[in-house]
């Protein structure tokens, strides 16, 4: 079974600039959430998709941050324009369904740097 | 609300020693907890994990107990191994249906040969 596939695994940009990043999750995942982890520190929660549908963005910048999961399966996150804090990996994640006792499954991550 | 804290790190062991990564949370209710591992360069993978209070998750000679009483959810193994080094996480899932991981900071195991 494939696992959840994110690209790019790096990007480099200078701030105010814009950056987007892919995430495709596991065949059948109805739930995909997107997770921010700066250097140092566990990952948060930035948004959780229930297929195509928002059910927490309550930790999203929605000034600068977007996201979409069109057609419930693959996500986009994009930042516009980049601040040098946003600097982190990008973890993108799914499960089955967004119960309480579900594993979700993690993808490489992107690591993004703002210059 | 809902918060973990680990044991900073690095912790710095020999091959074959035993390992004990501390872990404590706050949560109202009963969450699931969760050790999560980072290898160098790559994603989170579940290593272990406890739905309810007592419960004992075990997975690679990793252990962890879920202690309602203590709040504490530490994750041990009896002799660790160099390519047990990596990024340790515990986590929490609030008992509610969104599916919102807490983690904690992450600490760093270097095992030595």
């Known amino acids: 079974e494939a696992g959840v596939a994110q690209s790019p695994r790096y990007k480099i940009i200078e701030k105010r600039q814009s950056v987007a990043f892919w995430c495709n999750p596991i065949s059948g995942h109805a739930t995909l959430y997107w997770y921010q982890q700066i250097l140092g520190q566990g990952p948060k929660l930035l948004i959780q998709f229930q297929n195509n549908g928002v059910v927490d963005d309550s930790q999203l910048p929605k000034d600068r941050f977007s996201a979409e999961r069109l057609k419930g399966v693959d996500s986009t996150l994009k930042i516009q324009p980049a601040k040098l804090e946003d600097s982190a990996v990008y973890l993108c994640?799914?499960?089955?369904?967004?119960?309480?006792?579900?594993?979700?499954?993690f993808g490489p991550g992107t690591r993004l740097l703002v210059l | 609300g809902n918060s973990v804290t680990q044991m900073e790190g690095p912790v710095t062991l020999s091959e074959e020693a035993f390992l004990t990564i501390n872990c404590t949370y706050t949560?109202?209710?009963?969450?699931?907890l969760f050790w999560y591992v980072q290898y160098p360069g790559e994603g989170l993978q579940l290593l272990l994990k406890a739905t309810k209070a007592d419960d004992k998750g075990s997975n690679k000679g990793f252990e962890a107990t879920y202690r309602k009483e203590t709040t504490s959810f530490h994750l041990e193994k009896g002799s660790v191994q160099v390519s047990d080094s990596a990024v340790y996480f515990c986590a929490l899932l609030p008992p509610s249906n969104t599916g919102k991981l807490i983690f904690g900071q992450g600490t760093t195991l270097q095992v030595k040969p």
């Open positions: 949560a109202t209710g009963y969450p699931s």
């Open positions: 994640a799914s499960s089955p369904r967004a119960a309480t006792r579900e594993t979700q499954y």
